[in-house]
């Protein structure tokens, strides 16, 4: 290889990792704290919602509505966001896609795990519409009575992350 090569080479991947370090850092200071301050307040109903997308024909919504208990910031150090090998998103199973949802806020390299501050709200559930057809199974943290693997009832305490939700309609 010659010299112009590795130098070529070289600020190429440098290049390459200070996007994904930025990518990371755009992706985390983009969660502010609370981004509707109303929704922190207890006794507020909020809702986390999925699909709804497209112009003309629009995909299914489903929805999980509950009355706010508390929230609260915490400080955390986001984990290394889990992959399956030779798999895009896509082709995840329902188990591998509740592993990456989890761990949500997740960077893809360690030097870009940085301690942040991120708004968490605790609500009980109250109501829900969830996909049921095999294909939902890694589209979203809601799928056949579910949210992730916490089958939903009536009173179930979740905590989210606070950018998750908006007000009920």
Known sequence: MSKRAAVFLGLLLSALMTAQAAEDNMRLAGRMLFKVPE??????????REG??????????????????SAMPKKLTPAICPRV????????????????????????KA?????????????????????WGKTAANAGRLFQGHYLDQKLQKGLELELQADLLIPCQ
């Open 52 to 69: 709804g997308d497209g112009w003309i024909l629009t995909e299914p919504q489903y929805w999980l509505k509950g009355t706010v208990l």
């Open 85 to 108: 090998a030779g798999k895009v998103i896509e082709q995840y199973s329902r188990d591998e896609f509740n592993a990456l949802a989890k761990t949500q806020p997740c960077v893809a």
């Open 111 to 131: 030097e870009n795990q940085k301690e942040v501050e991120i708004g968490f709200i605790r609500f009980k559930a109250n109501d829900w519409e969830t996909p």
């Open 39 to 48: 929704l922190a307040k207890p006794g507020t109903c909020v809702m986390y």
